[in-house]
């Protein structure tokens, strides 16, 4: 069935540094690929999103980069904070299938 | 933060109790949906409504029974729960059912015993 893996599910960094997030996804039907930020003991919320007739999306320190034909996605940080610690999710929508799938979680923590 | 709330937010109960979990959203989207966070699995999909009718329902044990009276509410009827069970339940909604995005309520912390 449909699988979202993600990778590293624990990344720590010194503030300042970057810090990046790969998932990849098995349904090649999905065309959208949302990524959430979880912080401790909070609700999931949207961060950015890219669709699949774009390659690379940014917004402020935030980016996220599509290869469709490798079925890979990542989530770039940069010049990271400390506000940035929490658990980060990526998801893929097949429109195929109708369902959005998560991968199963990176915990980030910035050191200050 | 108060377009999805969710109640409680937090719920013990035994395997023989009966219990349900309230979503509202505020929002007037029309899509919704609950989700189960373990530690196991950090965010599976369990229902999905889109304008009060059930589109998605991914293999969830009988002893989980959705309702969505209208396209603010969504209900979650808990019974005969296992331990297993024990997880963040958290209710999202938003515009529609596909390429949105997804706003998410604070999440029932509910315990089995």
């Known amino acids: 069935g449909e699988n979202v893996e993600q990778h590293p599910s624990t990344l720590s960094v010194q503030e300042g540094d970057s810090a990046v997030i790969k998932c990849t996804y098995s349904?090649?039907?999905?065309?959208?690929f949302p990524w959430y930020k979880q912080e401790l003991g909070k609700r999931p919320q949207l961060i950015i999103d890219?669709?699949?007739?774009?390659g690379e999306k940014k917004d402020q320190r935030i980016a996220v980069t599509l290869n469709k034909t490798a079925k890979h996605f990542s989530l770039h940080i940069t010049e990271t904070q400390p506000e940035d610690s929490a658990v980060y999710f990526c998801?893929?929508?097949?429109?195929?299938?109708?369902?959005?799938?998560f991968g199963q979680g990176t915990t980030l923590q910035v050191k200050p | 933060e108060t377009g999805v709330t969710q109640t409680p937010r937090h719920l013990v109960m035994g395997m023989t109790n009966k219990k349900s979990l309230k979503c509202e959203q505020h929002?007037?989207?029309?899509?919704m949906y609950w989700y189960k966070q373990s530690a196991k699995k950090p965010l599976e999909l369990m229902f999905v409504?889109?304008?009060?009718?059930?589109?998605e329902n991914n293999s969830v044990p009988s002893r989980f029974s959705p309702e969505c009276p209208n396209s603010s509410h969504l209900f979650l009827h808990l019974h005969t729960l296992q331990p297993e069970d024990s997880a963040l339940y958290l209710c999202?909604?938003?515009?529609?059912?596909?390429?949105?995005?997804?706003?998410f309520g604070p999440g029932t912390r509910l315990t089995v015993t």
């Open positions: 999202a909604s938003s515009q529609d059912k596909g390429t949105y995005e997804q706003y």
């Open positions: 349904d090649s039907a999905s065309n959208y």
């Open positions: 890219i669709r699949s007739n774009v």
């Open positions: 998801a893929a929508y097949s429109s195929n299938t109708g369902k959005l799938i």
């Open positions: 929002l007037g989207h029309n899509a």
């Open positions: 409504y889109s304008l009060e009718e059930r589109v």
